[in-house]
Nanobody
Framework: QVRLVESGGGSVQAGGSLTLSCAASGRFFSINAMGWYRQVSGKQRELVATITSGGTINYGDSVKGRFTISGDNAKNTVYLQMNSLKPEDTAVYYC????????????WGQGTQVTVSS
């Protein structure tokens, strides 16, 4: 089993900043990538940012230039620094991990609410 523990969500005014963190623990041999997705009720879950174990980063178009993802391979932890937050960033943010060989598989965190008020 793999457990993802998320922290750092909350409420902030537009223009403010928040930092999310997600730590993976449990029985696995390696991690290929970790990342963040977000979902608004009634809409599809969308990519926020991902980072591979080798450091390759991918951002969703709506957060480029404002959000920064980083990872600590030794701690199996990923961070998301969110700056210049907008009301449209309001969503539940989910951590995701993509495991490597030999087990593979993908797991999701329980989600953390981020609310940005205007």
């Amino acid at each position: 089993q793999v457990r993802l523990v998320e922290s750092g969500g909350g409420s902030v005014q537009a223009g403010g900043s928040l930092t999310l963190s997600c730590a993976a623990s449990g029985r696995f041999f390696s991690i290929n990538a970790m990342g963040w997705y977000r979902q608004v009720s009634g809409k599809q879950r969308e990519l926020v940012a991902t980072i591979t174990s080798g450091g390759t980063i991918n951002y969703g178009d709506s957060v480029k230039g404002r959000f920064t993802i980083s990872g600590d391979n030794a701690k199996n932890t990923v961070y998301l620094q969110m700056n210049s937050l907008k009301p449209e960033d309001t969503a539940v943010y989910y951590c995701n991990v993509l495991l490597g060989s030999p087990g593979y598989g993908t797991y999701w965190g329980q989600g953390t609410q981020v609310t940005v008020s205007s």
